[in-house]
C-alpha cells in the first residue's frame, strides 16, 4: 500500500505542491499576525490572548488546506477519470479497491498531516515572533501551546474525514471544477463564524457537525469505491 | 489444441441493447488473431472484457487457461494491452510513462524500456512531455509500453490508426518478429482489411457485435482461387466463344459486361486473342485473385448485412 501511495505522488508529482503549502502557512500567519499587530493601538483589541489569536488562524488553516485537499482529491482521482488514465490503471495487476484506497489515503492523510504541520509551524512562529513583535495581549506560555495540541490532532483528524466529501459531487459527472468548488464550500460553510458582536460561533465549534461530517466524508470514500470491481470502465 | 484465450457466449448489453452478442472466441498460442470489423461492431467492447475494464452481461472468458473474474488482476501481469487509443501521463516524458508502468505491473528490468522504444523506433524522444507527442508517436509509445514488460499475450485495440505508411509496415514487421521469435500471442484489431490479410493467421469477422466467423487465413487463401476477369461489350457472343472455342466450363458471368474465368489454364494472350478473332471489344482484362476483401464482403453480403 505504501509503495502504491508512493507511486501515486511520482505520477501525479504531489511533491511540487509542498513550497505551495507553505507559502499558505507563511501567509496565514501573515494575514492573522497583521490583524493583531494593526490592532494594537486600538481599545479593543483583535486578540486578548494566544487562544484568541489561534482561533483565528485555525479556521484559516482549517479551510485553507481543506480545499487544498479538495483540489489534490481532484487532481489524483476525478482527473484520472476524465482522462481516462483511470483505464491504463486497472489494467494493472493490482485490485482497483486497493488503487483507490491508495489514492483516497492520500489525500486524507495529506489533509490531516497539513493541518497539523501548519498548525505546529504557526505556533512556532507565534513562539518566535511574539516576544518581539505586538501579536496579542496576554503573553503566550509554553504551557498554553501544549494544551492546545491534543484538539489539534482531533480537528485535523476530522476536517480529514470531511475533505473526502467532494468525491462525491465530483465523481457524479467527472468534474474538477465541482470537486473544488465543493472543497470551497463546505471548507466556508463549516468554518465561517457568524458572530453577534459579543460572541462568535462556527459550525465547527458543534463537535457533532464535524463529526457527522467526517464520518459521512469517510462513508462517501468507502462507497466510492466499494463495488468498484463489478463496475464498467467506460 | 491448447486456446491461450477462448469466449462462450460472451454477451455484453448497455440498457437492453446487445453490443456484443454470443462470442466465441478462439485464440491459439502463439498466433496473431485478427480482429476485423467495421466501426463500431464492438471490437472494442470486446477487447475491454478480455482485459477485465468492463464485466460482461453474461458468457465466459477463460484465458490462460483460468476464468475471468471481476477480481482477476494477476492475469494483467502477462498481458500488454492498448485499448481504444494509447492514453498516458501527459504531463510526463514518455520515459517516466514507461517506468511507471513497469513498476505498476511489477516488473524490474532497467533494460526493457530502452529495448521497447528501440523495438518500436521512437527516437529523440528525451525530455519531452507526452503531450507534445503526436498521434503517431503516442501510438508507437504505447505499442512501447505494451511490450516493456514482455508479456505472453497482447490485445491491441486499433494499433496502426494514426500511422504513417513506413510505420505501418514497421509495426507489421515487429508484430511478427514478436509472434515468430518471441512466442507472444497478439489479438489486433482493424478495421482495414489489406493489413490484417498479410498479418493475422487466424482471422475473427464482427459484425454487429456477433462473431460471424472465424477462420485461418490458410484457409481462406486455400478456398479463393484465382480468376481472370474480362470486361467486354458482348457477353452473349463472349459466353459461345469461351463454351464453344475455347472449351471452359468455369466461368460465372458477374454482369452485363463482366466476365470471371476461373479455369486457371486459360492464359491471358490465349483468351484475348479468341476474343479478338471473334470481334468481341475489350474493355479490360485482368488477372486477379480473391482477397481477404472479397471473402469478407461475401461473408457480410452472406448475412444480408452492409457495412457502412
Known amino acids: 500500500m505504501f509503495k502504491l501511495m ?62 487544498f485537499a479538495g483540489v489534490i482529491l481532484s487532481r489524483i482521482v476525478i482527473e484520472e477519470y476524465r482522462s481516462g488514465t483511470i483505464q491504463l490503471l486497472f489494467t494493472y495487476p493490482i485490485q482497483r479497491k486497493k488503487l483507490m484506497k491508495a489514492k483516497l489515503i492520500i489525500v486524507f492523510a495529506f489533509c490531516f498531516s497539513s493541518i497539523v504541520f501548519a498548525t505546529v ?39 480529514a474525514g470531511v475533505s473526502l466529501i467532494p468525491l462525491f459531487f465530483g465523481m457524479r459527472k467527472k468534474s474538477t471544477a465541482a470537486t473544488i468548488t465543493w472543497a470551497v464550500l463546505i471548507g466556508v460553510l463549516i468554518n465561517g463564524t457568524v458572530s453577534n458582536g459579543d460572541s462568535t460561533t462556527s459550525l465547527f465549534q458543534f463537535i457533532w457537525v464535524p463529526i457527522a461530517l467526517c464520518i459521512f466524508g469517510l462513508a462517501i470514500a468507502y462507497f466510492s469505491y466499494h463495488q468498484i470491481d463489478k463496475r464498467d470502465i467506460a | ?55 460482461p452481461t453474461s458468457g465466459d472468458i477463460e484465458i490462460f487457461g483460468s476464468k475471468l473474474t471481476d477480481t482477476s488482476v494477476e492475469v494483467l501481469k502477462r498481458m500488454g494491452t492498448i485499448i481504444e487509443y494509447p492514453i498516458f501521463y501527459e504531463r510526463l516524458t514518455a520515459r517516466e510513462n514507461l517506468s511507471l508502468h513497469c513498476e505498476y505491473m511489477g516488473y524490474y528490468d532497467d533494460k526493457a524500456i530502452e529495448q521497447a522504444l528501440e523495438l518500436v523506433k521512437l527516437h529523440n524522444i528525451d525530455n519531452k512531455k507526452v503531450k507534445e507527442f503526436s498521434l503517431g508517436m503516442k501510438q508507437r509509445l504505447g505499442i512501447a509500453r505494451a511490450i516493456s ?97 475455347l472449351k471452359v466450363r468455369n466461368y460465372k458471368v458477374f454482369d452485363e459486361r463482366t466476365i470471371r474465368i476461373y479455369d486457371v489454364d486459360l492464359t491471358q494472350a490465349e483468351l484475348s486473342k479468341a476474343f479478338v478473332m471473334h470481334d468481341i471489344g475489350i474493355e479490360s482484362i485482368n488477372k486477379k485473385h480473391s482477397s481477404l476483401e472479397e471473402y469478407f464482403l461475401n461473408t457480410m453480403n452472406e448475412k444480408e448485412i452492409h457495412i457502412s
Open chain 1, 121 to 159: 509551524v504557526t505556533n512556532i512562529l507565534v513562539y518566535l515572533v511574539s516576544p518581539h513583535v505586538y501579536l496579542f495581549e496576554a503573553p503566550v506560555t509554553w504551557n498554553d501551546m501544549m494544551s492546545a495540541f491534543p484538539m489539534t490532532l482531533v480537528n485535523a483528524l476530522m476536517t
Open chain 2, 149 to 245: 514488460t514482455k508479456p505472453e499475450l497482447l490485445v491491441l485495440d486499433e494499433p496502426i490508426n494514426g500511422l504513417d505508411p513506413v510505420g505501418i509496415k514497421d509495426l507489421r514487421e515487429l508484430f511478427k518478429l514478436l509472434c515468430r521469435e518471441y512466442g507472444v500471442t497478439l489479438i489486433v484489431s482493424s478495421h482495414i482489411l489489406a493489413e490484417m490479410e498479410q498479418m493475422a493467421d487466424t482471422i475473427g469477422i464482427i459484425q454487429h457485435g456477433k462473431l460471424v466467423k472465424e477462420v485461418t487465413m490458410k484457409s481462406i487463401n486455400g478456398e479463393q482461387t484465382e480468376y481472370i476477369e474480362v470486361m467486354i461489350l458482348d457477353v452473349k457472343k463472349a459466353v459461345y466463344v469461351l463454351e464453344e472455342k
Open chain 2, 1 to 55: 489444441m491448447t486456446y491461450i484465450l477462448q469466449t462462450s457466449q460472451l454477451t455484453k448489453s448497455y440498457n437492453g441493447k446487445e453490443v456484443a452478442s454470443g462470442v466465441d472466441m478462439h485464440v491459439k498460442q502463439g498466433e496473431i488473431y485478427g480482429f476485423l470489423g467495421p466501426n463500431g461492431a464492438g471490437k472494442t467492447t470486446i477487447m475491454k472484457m478480455i482485459t477485465n475494464l468492463i464485466k
Open chain 1, 6 to 67: 508512493k507511486l501515486e505522488s511520482k505520477k501525479h508529482k504531489l511533491a511540487g505542491y509542498l513550497p505551495a503549502v507553505m507559502i499558505c502557512i507563511v501567509l496565514i500567519f501573515a494575514v492573522v499576525g497583521l490583524m493583531g499587530w494593526g490592532s494594537r493601538n486600538e481599545v479593543e483589541t483583535m486578540f486578548p490572548d494566544y487562544q484568541a489569536f489561534m482561533s483565528l488562524a485555525d479556521i484559516f488553516i482549517r479551510t485553507v488546506f481543506l480545499i
